[in-house]
């Protein structure tokens, strides 16, 4: 049972990032900006900072040979039944992405998680900025012979990454990636752009209770991207998402920054009690577990950024 390894992971003491172990007033909120809109200075840092995490040792190592850079996949997935289709599938995303934001300054990196706006080129996916083979992640991966089943990314900076996780099992691969193919006839855009069109987000948008808009986010547009899209990309779609979230906090910010219900999940990943904001995010090692009220204002509790 891979989930066996949380209760070892749960045990592990880590050095908590100093801007994360109190409270703090957010006074100058840092701008997370969308790819398409980066100065190409801001993309490379951006870009070697993500390389950068390759080069550092696991925190968890949970097996050898492992990087900083696994950490973060082995984490994501091997929480996953405690992480998805519940309540906290928001605040844990975000509470994720800032671990990694914080990582990527252990890099050396001054600037801030950046996000994908897969609304903005739902028409056209596959011709987004993230993917440009310079100042981007590459394309989509291709039969290349080496990679076992799977589709390996040729060109871009992450071309000879080597992750070590699929799943959380070890299974070192060549970077993959395999959009979702497209079909004129139906009316079906590659990497399923069709599934989260302006159209579609405003119709999200509308709904008015926390979990319905979070069903709809997390079902819909979050699935169908995640259906071409692997790491390190992965934290472009999720602060995105993250940012997708925080439009509709700010449509009735008094109401809605802390507005948060649904189900709880148990240990076992099965549906628990409701889910209230006193709930753990559970970060396995990788940096200390969370509480859902620290992390539904991205100006307060224990974060300081904006879109
Ligand atoms: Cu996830």
């Not at 319905?212 to 472009?236: I, K």
């Amino acid at each position: 049972m891979k989930f066996l390894h949380l209760t070892t992971l749960a045990g592990v003491a880590l050095a908590v990032p100093a801007e994360l172990s109190s409270r703090q007033t957010c006074s100058s909120p840092k701008l997370r900006k969308s790819w398409s809109k980066a100065t190409a200075a801001e993309k490379t840092a951006y870009i070697n900072a993500a390389l950068c995490l390759v080069t550092k040792p696991s925190k968890l190592r949970v097996s050898t040979h492992t990087s900083l850079y696994d950490d973060f996949s082995y984490v994501h997935a091997a929480l996953t039944r405690q992480i998805h289709s519940y309540a906290v599938f928001l605040p844990w995303h975000r509470y994720f992405v800032q671990v990694y934001e914080n990582a990527l300054r252990e890099c050396g990196y001054t600037g801030t998680a950046m996000y994908w706006d897969w609304v903005a080129d739902s028409a056209a996916p596959s011709r987004a900025a993230v993917w440009d083979p310079v100042l981007g992640f590459g394309g989509n991966g291709v039969n290349s012979g080496d990679n076992g089943p799977r589709k390996r990314v040729t060109d871009g900076p992450f071309k000879n990454l080597r992750p070590t996780y699929w799943n959380s099992d070890v299974q070192p691969h060549w970077l993959s990636r395999d959009w979702v193919p497209g079909d004129a006839s139906s009316g079906r855009i590659e990497i399923s752009g069709h599934e989260y069109t302006p159209a579609i987000m405003a119709s999200i948008n509308s709904e008015t209770k926390y979990d319905d808009f979070r069903q709809r986010l997390e079902n819909g547009p979050h699935a169908a991207v995640h259906g071409g899209v692997g790491d390190p990309l992965f934290f472009l779609h999720h602060t995105q998402v993250d940012r997708l979230w925080w439009l509709w906090q700010q449509q009735n910010p008094s109401a809605r920054t802390m507005a948060y219900e649904g189900t709880r999940p148990l240990p076992d990943g099965l549906a628990g009690p409701p889910a209230t904001l006193n709930d753990p995010l559970l970060m396995a090692g990788l940096a200390s577990d969370g509480v859902v009220r620290d992390y539904m204002d991205v100006k307060g509790g224990k974060l300081c950024y904006t879109y």
